[in-house]
């Protein structure tokens, strides 16, 4: 019997370790750790699929690495990458264009690349991401303007320039389409006369006789009605796109958005027969760059470099019709037949590469301030780009020397030891200390809430205003002190009261602020009380319909009213010609950009006020209009002694927080008027974005006036209130 035992636990033994081992079998081993990759881009539609793609092929050829994508908002891609890669929290490897290479080498944000196997890659475009003779990048492509052709206008290819002007004559109809006022685009024309827009040691070069004759002929075209007015990328588009253009100067950007039907082709620019050259565009080379602090170089430079190679160029070509810089790419029959690459990639050839030079960023502000000046406003050309290049001086001017940071230490020193002797004088009162200590288990409700206050909002404030102590560009500051403030309330040595100052911007301002809330409580006021009648026929709809514009984000309902306001092709200006009135250009005078922008948020504004407004007139006890009623008094004086002293309660908030947003209002003014003409309709929020974001990230700079403005509406704000607490009393 002992021995069947055995046997029986001898068996159950066999059967449990068989099972074991099976369940060992069937369980899959745990994978290797995945290394992550991420790959940060600016692409959007065709482009932005052909990098994943590529990602998707590199991942493939190597099983261990995940490659992580991040799109990021064109606008704000500099200053994104300037922010995240010195802290360690940026890409792997990112894509940008050449010419900021000299500023993220000023910022040591990426990696020199040598040793790299670059044979595959254009040398023109390899030089063009060298720096000292060490190649910081691996290019790409190649992006640049080219002529865009409607061969049921035209004939091509065009000789000239020129012979655009051949067709349409009928209304509506431009022969030639492209962004006049942009400054890449004119600096074709200015290559074409002998001039530049920068020097190679950095100097403002969108000056002199060759710029100023290349402003004077877009200047009379625009007279002449060859090109569209005020004509931005949507515009273009529109116009080529609806056949109602005979040509068109874009880039390869273009094409995806033009219709099936659309008979064009594309060649590059041509000769310029006013200048006797050909039109020669800036060429930008994207390239695949590996950031610094990143936590797998060696991996980064791989990544890179098949973004950069062969495989990863066909992809990038068939699928996001990208000009690619591998040049065995180009020997597949597909890229090799496909005119419309073929067309661009000679197009690339014959521009001139963008100057990398830090202020070659600097540049296009001023100098399409000085465009608009003239081809809006009509003023003269020499003083329009002698304002750009005093505009240019002001931006690059020496920043402030460094401080010693030991006053400031100091005086915190004493500050923080004043507050501590005042708490210690403060509890040596036995009071004091017994309402401290019977506070003590309410803290723990207000923990998470003060936690939440301190890092949303206070810490911030904090961070804000202890960069407006600093200087530099990007995130390359040091300390200065108050230097920030002696600048910008000196104007910057310049007249106080002079284009630009401080002083100038917060009277444009404060007019701002009032105009809009005198406009959004009338209008708001007035509308509440006909909503309000017991007689009016429907009351819902009317109150659906003007509420509408509150709902609709803001900055679709600028954009639109923007379009209203273009001067060919907006509906104001339809409006004012079927009356038998000429058009106005809005954006050309201070008066007409100013109007624009005030139209615009009155249209966003008034419906919140009428909101209030509606809600404090039911809180109105009807008793008081009966007794007014009985006393004979009118319609006036009942408004003037019932109604409006009741609404006072209710709208003074509404009229604080309304004067709050308004005077911070940025998205009506930069997506409006763009601070045209020549900056004068900027207001305080939107000058202090330029100098973050378009004039050399000078974030100090734009820190301080965030400051002025948060001690403006603090001190506004706060007598505001103690008006209302004397007018109560």
């Known amino acids: 019997m002992r021995r069947a035992g055995g046997g029986v636990r001898g068996s159950v033994l066999a059967l449990a370790a068989l099972a074991l081992a099976l369940l060992a079998a069937a369980t899959p081993a745990p994978a290797a750790a995945q290394e992550t990759l991420t790959l940060w881009h600016a692409y959007g539609g065709a482009e932005e699929e052909a990098i994943r793609e590529v990602a998707r092929a590199y991942e493939e050829a190597h099983p261990g690495t995940r490659v992580e994508l991040l799109a990021v908002a064109f606008g704000a891609y500099a200053a994104k990458l300037e922010s995240a890669i010195p802290t360690g929290r940026g890409p792997d490897v990112f894509i940008d264009a050449h010419e900021r290479l000299a500023s993220y080498l000023e910022r040591d944000l990426v990696l020199p690349l040598e040793g790299a196997d670059v044979a595959d890659l254009e040398p023109r475009h390899l030089e063009a991401l060298r720096s000292e003779g060490t190649l910081y990048g691996l290019p790409l492509s190649a992006k640049c303007a080219a002529l865009y052709v409607n061969t049921d206008r035209l004939s091509p290819p065009l000789e000239t320039l020129e012979d655009a002007f051949a067709c349409c004559d009928e209304e509506g109809a431009s022969p030639l389409v492209f962004e006049a006022e942009n400054g890449y685009y004119a600096a074709a024309f200015v290559h074409a006369f002998g001039g530049q827009m920068l020097s190679a040691e950095g100097e403002y070069a969108f000056i002199g006789d060759e710029a100023r004759e290349a402003v004077a002929l877009l200047d009379r ?149 000085a465009l608009r000046k003239v081809l809006r406003a009509g003023e003269p050309v020499e003083e329009s780009l002698a304002a750009g290049a005093r505009s240019f001086a002001d931006v690059t001017r020496p920043l402030p020397e460094p401080a010693s940071p030991t006053p400031l230490l100091a005086f915190l020193g004493l500050l923080l030891l004043a507050v501590v002797g005042s708490w210690a004088y403060k509890l040596r009162d036995p009071q004091t200390r017994a309402a401290l200590k019977a506070s003590l288990p309410a803290y723990k409700y207000l923990a998470h809430a003060f936690v939440a206050v301190g890092l949303l909002v206070i810490l911030p404030l904090l961070v804000g205003a202890a960069t407006s102590l600093f200087a530099g560009r990007g995130t390359d500051l040091y300390y200065v002190g108050t230097a920030n403030y002696a600048d910008i309330l000196t104007a910057r040595g310049g007249e106080l009261f002079g284009h630009g100052s401080f002083y100038v911007v917060l009277l444009v301002t404060v007019l701002w602020t009032v105009l809009n809330l005198a406009f959004h ?124 002293p009741m609404l006072g309660p209710a709208l003074a908030p509404a009229v604080a927080m309304g004067a709050v947003w308004t005077f911070n209002m940025f998205n009506v003014v930069f997506l409006v008027s763009a601070g045209e003409p020549d900056g004068t309709t900027e207001i305080l929020v939107s000058e202090a974005y330029r100098w973050a974001f378009t004039r050399g990230s000078q974030y100090g700079y734009a820190a301080a006036y965030a400051v002025l403005i948060f001690g403006i509406l603090v001190v506004t704000t706060r007598l505001f209130g103690r008006g209302l607490t004397e007018s109560k009393a």
């Not at 809005?586 to 624009?596: G, I, L, V």
Request: charged share 20%; aromatic share 10%; net charge neutral.
């Open 221 to 369: 075209w625009l007279d002449e009605g060859r090109v569209p007015e005020e004509a931005n990328g949507e515009l273009v588009k529109r116009l080529f796109a609806s056949g109602r253009a005979g040509a068109a100067i874009s880039g390869p950007w273009l094409a995806p958005d033009l219709p099936e039907d659309l008979a064009w082709t594309v060649q590059p620019l041509p000769t310029l027969a006013a200048a006797g050259e050909p039109l020669a565009p800036y060429a930008t080379i994207e390239a695949a760059y590996v950031a610094t602090n990143g936590e797998a170089p060696e991996a980064a430079k791989e990544l890179a470099a098949f973004v950069a190679g062969p495989e990863a160029a066909r992809i990038r070509a068939t699928v996001g019709r990208q000009v690619v810089s591998s040049r065995s790419a180009w020997e597949d029959p597909a890229l090799a037949e496909d005119d419309f690459l073929r067309t661009f990639r000679d197009a690339a050839r014959q521009a001139t590469p963008m100057p990398t030079h830090p202020n070659m960023r600097l540049v296009f502000e001023p100098a399409q301030r």
């Open 521 to 644: 409580v009338g209008i708001g006021v007035a509308l509440a009380l006909i909503l309000n009648r017991k007689n009016l026929r429907f009351k819902g709809p009317y109150r659906v319909l003007l509420i509408l514009p509150w709902a609709v984000p803001n900055y679709v309902t600028a954009l639109a009213w923007k379009g209203m306001f273009h001067r060919q092709f907006g509906a104001i200006n339809g409006i004012l010609e079927a009356l038998g009135a000429e058009p106005v250009s809005w954006f050309a005078q201070w008066s007409t950009a100013f109007a624009a922008n005030v139209t615009t948020n009155v249209w966003l504004g008034f419906p919140f006020m009428m909101v209030i407004t509606l809600g404090a007139l039911t809180s109105i006890p009807k008793d008081l209009y009966e007794a007014a009623a009985v006393d004979g008094a009118t319609p006036w004086q009942r408004f003037r002694h019932v109604t409006w």
